[in-house]
């Protein structure tokens, strides 16, 4: 989810190929999504809840449909390497989401996540990715390090180089 496209452009395309109509993002009303509860994890294998109505006047369709889908983890983010990038300790959350979005190339909206100005972690700057609860593409948080150097002295298991 929300790696193409934004996040409700991604759920329109879903229902497109669910049902064979093709929705776009302004063909729909978004509800407020929910994580699933236990039973509908059971049931359906997914995440999120949310309601979609069509547009008032549609020609493509008409009524409203509850569809379970799975919103994306941003945990995982946590393992890009992205060294040698050069963003500073405390810049804006919209400064460096909009460089984060150039390096990755994974289609964040501002408006799906809690501002957080970048900060300082281990020696490294630290990207705090957080989902807001009724962001319709993400779910939980990450703490995504960029810049500073690598320890050489974690690189090799003794003093002797071996092979040279």
């Known amino acids: 989810m929300t790696i193409f496209a934004r996040s409700k452009g991604d759920?329109?395309?879903m229902l497109s190929v669910a049902?064979?109509?093709?929705?776009?993002?302004?063909?729909?009303?978004?509800?407020?999504?929910?994580?699933?509860?236990?039973?509908?994890?059971?049931?359906?294998?997914?995440?999120?809840v949310i309601a979609l109505t069509v547009v008032p006047g549609s020609s493509k369709a008409k009524g409203t449909a509850v569809v379970y889908y799975d919103r994306t983890d941003l945990a995982p983010?946590?393992?890009?390497?992205?060294?040698?990038?050069?963003i500073?300790?405390?810049?804006?959350?919209?400064?460096w989401l909009s460089q984060l979005i150039n390096l990755i190339?994974?289609?964040?909206?501002?408006?799906?996540?809690?501002?957080h100005d970048s900060v300082?972690?281990?020696?490294s700057t630290g990207?705090?990715?957080?989902?807001?609860?009724d962001s319709i593409g993400w779910i939980g948080n990450a703490m995504v390090k960029i810049g500073g150097y690598p320890d050489i002295s974690t690189v090799f298991n003794s003093d002797k180089l071996l092979g040279f």
Do not use: C, H, M
């Open 127 to 133: 990207l705090q990715l957080e989902a807001k609860p």
């Open 120 to 123: 300082s972690v281990d020696g």
């Open 19 to 48: 049902t064979g109509v093709s929705f776009v993002e302004a063909d729909l009303i978004y509800g407020t999504p929910r994580t699933t509860t236990s039973e509908e994890v059971t049931k359906y294998n997914r995440n999120t």
């Open 88 to 95: 500073d300790q405390g810049v804006a959350f919209g400064t």
């Open 105 to 115: 190339n994974v289609k964040f909206e501002a408006t799906e996540l809690v501002p």
């Open 77 to 86: 983010l946590v393992d890009f390497n992205l060294r040698g990038t050069l």
């Open 11 to 13: 759920l329109a395309t």
